[in-house]
């Protein structure tokens, strides 16, 4: 157990190792630098600049610089919030997307297990037929496109919410269904299929024959076993959900990290954006590890080695 | 084949999806020839108004296709005369037509989908078939990366290149790469993980067969065996799987777009008019059909590849069935 968490991590250093080398070579191979402004600026200004953010070193020696201050947490000088380290910034908007990736997650969920489960214990009945219709139209619909319709009905037509901001508990509510909603459907086919698939067991029979009610043995008995792929979807869904939030961030103007992600790709600033696809890159890779960790959990058939990474 | 449609056809709802998808197609394939507005026409004594159809006379949407393609021009005007089709689905703050802009956004949006998911599977698929065939550490450090590459939020990584790319428009343009090329390789570039799997078990299982054997023995090459006894029997999966990766590249596109990350205006894709019709949503005028429209079509399309190309994995091959 120890060695195959420990051999995870060692791929998760790998991951963000290569992506942040990746993405540096691309950010720095620019013939442009940052401060190409539209004003020329005095060449001494200039090299002071680059020498301040340490662009004016080979490639290589800024590379292996960043690199060890990667390592000590220090993600370098915002280059346009000159004011700001990434680190700060980061510090800043990260507990504020957490929040929301958390909330679309338990939405996914609240919604998406009891769907699954009423679909599965109603198999072949309208009620059957209509969840799985929603659930495959919410997979089809964009979470842009949610958004909008969320914000026309919900803001417009009823004013039940706020457009836009972050900070009370009524503006999560719509980018949270937005972004939980399409992952909600998902997790309902996955959580159906998984449960028909138990149903037919025979110590699913001897469950009933011994008097058991049908929640009873839905949610007693079926429910883990069937949990299983709901579970392996999780790694994936929290990756679409961190990148869903680049655009649900934006649609209502919440300063999170995927605000800043985007805004940095159209300011140029550099060190902000290395430092934010690295952040991601390591919360990707160190969720899936939990998700692949729960999974031996739930089942203890399947066994944790070491090498399956 | 037609065993094959006909299997699909008797699924309740595929064909419905089929015509849904046809009709979407038809709409974007025909935009020029169709009599709507042109789709960047400013028009701002009519701005903002909801859907409100009128067939009327035609403005210079007839005369600028005339300009660019006068065959289509010519046919246009045989077909339904000096008349234009205005307002249909309203328009938006500018005045610009939203059927128009909604049936050239499809023009772009499905032509990235299908030229980046081409590009996809000629990545996926040549990786695939390298590792597979070549088996042992080849294949073992091939799916390794793409072990890695799986565990990469690869949107992140595609707006950073983007975004780079951006700095050198002009670079790139003096090459003759314009945006939409950008978009397609970017795209297509991070999207043949799936496929390059699939194709990999396909190829470890084909190898061993006995045809295979038997062709080794009459002599043949590994070149010979690729192109002659294994990519044909690939095709089935690789379309089934390129129906899928349509959707899901098409989704991208608008989200890029959406951004304002990928195709630029005055240039149309349904992730553009998505943003804008949210920009132009305001207590003063709510204009639900900016929002709506482009949405449906958006969401019709998606929900029709997925139906299609799930409809079209469990009948070419009903061992995939998940």
Redesign the interface.
């Known amino acids: 157990m120890t060695r195959f968490v420990l051999v995870r991590l060692l791929w998760v250093l790998l991951t963000v190792w290569l992506v942040v080398s990746g993405s540096f070579v691309l950010v720095r191979s620019l013939p442009g630098g940052p401060f190409d402004d539209a004003r020329a600026l005095d060449p001494v200004i200039r090299a002071n600049l680059a020498a301040a953010y340490d662009l004016d070193a080979p490639l290589g020696a800024q590379y292996l610089r960043y690199l060890s201050r990667v390592a000590r947490f220090d993600l370098g000088p915002s280059l346009k919030y000159r004011d700001f380290s990434v680190t700060e910034i980061v510090a800043e908007s990260l507990p504020v997307s957490a929040l929301l990736g958390s909330c679309a997650l338990a939405v996914a969920l609240l919604v998406g297990l009891p769907a699954g489960a009423l679909a599965a214990s109603r198999r072949g009945s309208w009620v059957d037929s209509a969840v799985m219709g929603a659930a495959t139209l919410g997979l089809a619909l964009p979470n842009f496109v949610l958004a909008g319709l969320l914000v026309l009905l919900f803001v417009f037509h009823w004013a039940l919410f706020p457009v836009s901001g972050s900070g009370s508990l009524r503006q999560l509510v719509l980018p949270s269904i937005a972004l939980g909603l399409p992952f909600a459907a998902a997790i309902a086919r996955l959580f159906r299929a998984g449960l028909l698939e138990v149903l037919g067991e025979d110590w699913i029979r001897t469950a009933r024959a011994k008097g058991l009610s049908g929640a009873a043995v839905l949610w007693g008995h079926a429910a883990r076993p069937a949990l299983l792929p709901v579970v392996s979807f999780l790694g994936p869904a929290v990756a679409g959900i961190l990148s869903g939030s680049l655009v649900v961030e934006r649609v209502f103007a919440i300063a999170g990290m995927g605000s800043h992600f985007v805004e940095s790709a159209f300011n140029a600033d550099y060190n902000l954006a290395l430092g934010v696809v690295m952040v991601y890159t390591a919360l990707v890779a160190l969720l899936n590890l939990l998700v692949d960790l729960a999974y031996g959990l739930l089942d203890p058939r399947i066994e944790v080695a070491a090498g399956t990474a | 084949m037609s065993r094959v449609a006909t299997r699909l056809l008797r699924r309740p709802g595929t064909a419905a999806m089929a015509g849904l998808l046809v009709a979407v197609v038809l709409l974007a394939v025909l935009a020029p020839v169709l009599p709507l507005p042109h789709y960047a026409r400013l028009d701002a004594a009519r701005g903002g108004t909801g859907p409100a159809p009128a067939w009327r006379a035609a403005d210079d949407s007839l005369a600028a296709l005339r300009r660019d393609a006068p065959a289509a021009a010519a046919l246009r005007e045989r077909v339904f005369g000096d008349r234009e089709l205005a307002g249909a689905l309203g328009t938006d703050a500018l005045g610009r037509d939203v059927l128009a802009r909604v049936a050239w956004g499809g023009r772009v949006s499905l032509m990235v989908g299908l030229i980046a998911s081409l590009v996809s599977v000629v990545i996926g698929v040549s990786w695939g078939l390298i590792a597979g065939f070549a088996g042992g550490r080849v294949d073992q450090l091939m799916m390794r990366a793409v ?2 590459l799986f ?3 690869l ?3 595609v ?6 790319l951006r ?2 428009a002009l670079q790139l343009a003096a090459i003759g790469v314009t945006r939409l090329v950008v978009l397609y390789l970017v795209i297509g570039a991070v999207s043949w993980l799936t496929m390059a799997r699939i194709v990999r078990g396909q190829v470890l299982s084909l190898r061993e067969r006995e045809f295979v054997g038997a062709a080794r023995a009459l002599g043949a090459g590994p070149a010979r065996i690729v192109t002659r006894h294994i990519l044909p029997n690939l095709w089935g999966t690789v379309i089934v799987y390129l129906t899928l990766t349509v ?1 899901r590249v098409i ?1 991208l596109e ?2 890029l777009s ?4 990928g195709v630029e205006p005055p240039g149309v894709s349904w ?1 553009i008019l ?2 804008e ?2 920009e132009q ?1 305001t ?1 003063i005028s ?1 204009a ?1 059909w900016l ?2 429209f482009p ?1 449906a079509a ?3 399309t ?2 029709a590849l ?2 299609l190309g799930d409809a079209l994995r469990d009948a070419l091959d009903p061992r995939l069935l998940a």
């Open positions: 072990d890695v565990s990469v939020p949107l992140f990584v707006i950073l290149i983007v975004a780079v700095e050198r959707p989704l608008a989200f959406f951004l304002g990350l992730g998505a943003a019709g949210l949503l207590a709510v639900w929002v709506v949405g958006l969401a019709v998606l929900l997925n139906a």
